[in-house]
């Protein structure tokens, strides 16, 4: 494979991938992993009564977080490709609450293949974290990895 073949998807190819719930115990192992305990994310009572959400909700960081294994998960990367390492993220915005409850999925789409060198390819997705039911997205972002594609076996 290389960037000619992936260039052929750029615009093309969307991936989705299956729900995942964002329940208050994963909220919780994320704010106790960061360290990040503000009530808005773990107080069920005063966040119902007091926030402006009405629940608890995620951290945006655990709702971007998520975007690795659902981008595996949505085919996003044919098996045996090679090495994906993160290289960052361009535009990424937080858009909407991700409630303690809610299931999201991942909907990215090819945007951009750059080769770096032979066999390393840097490749951009417009990816958008949906919450089921909800009109925006919880996040949209730009993702950027960088493909270390698979010597062939000789």
């Not at 294994?69 to 937080?94: K, V």
């Not at 999201?104 to 039911?133: D, F, N, T």
């Amino acid at each position: 494979m290389n960037a000619h073949v992936l260039e052929q998807e750029i615009g093309n190819a969307v991936t989705i991938s299956g729900w995942v719930t964002v329940d208050q115990e994963m909220i919780d192992r994320f704010a106790d992993c960061t360290n990040d305990h503000q009530w808005i994310h773990v107080d069920r009572q005063r966040a119902a009564h007091e926030g402006p959400f009405g629940a608890t909700v995620a951290h945006g960081f655990l709702t971007l977080s998520l975007l690795s294994s659902l981008s595996y998960e949505s085919g996003a990367w044919p098996a045996r490709l090679g090495t994906i390492i993160n290289y960052g993220l361009d535009r990424l915005r937080f858009l909407a609450p991700v409630k303690a409850g809610s299931r999201v999925r991942l909907r990215a789409q090819l945007q951009e293949i750059e080769e770096k060198a032979p066999g390393r390819l840097l490749i951009r997705h417009h990816s958008e974290v949906e919450i089921e039911g909800e009109d925006r997205p919880a996040l949209a972002a730009e993702t950027v990895v960088l493909l270390v594609l698979e010597e062939p076996a000789g």
